[in-house]
């Protein structure tokens, strides 16, 4: 079992990470005791998870996510799929 998720720091930024056990890393984040730009960041809320069967599902999920624009990550974690979809459009035109 692995998850993909997104926090949201303080400063509005949002970081994205997997895991095997969402609910100790969030801990962990949240305790100063995660990644280095969250303990900068404190506090830390989840705003969005998905789960997988494979942790490397999640980890793969977690480097494609990273690479996307603040506005399809809040897309995303709002649910607005037809704006997901229109910014994915957006991005594949600018590197076409």
């Not at 949240?30 to 599902?57: C, F, M, S, W």
Request: glycine share 8%.
């Amino acid at each position: 079992m692995g998850y993909m998720y997104i926090l949201k720091c303080a400063d509005g930024s949002y970081y994205t990470g997997s895991t095997v056990d969402l609910e100790k890393r969030l801990w962990q984040h949240q305790n100063g005791e995660g990644a280095n730009y969250t303990k900068k960041h404190l506090p830390v809320e989840l705003v969005y998870y998905e789960e997988y069967d494979r942790i490397e599902d999640a980890f793969y999920r977690e480097k494609q996510i990273q690479g996307w624009t603040r506005k399809k990550k809040e897309a995303l974690i709002k649910g607005n799929y037809n704006e997901l979809k229109t910014l994915a459009k957006k991005i594949w035109k600018k590197q076409a």
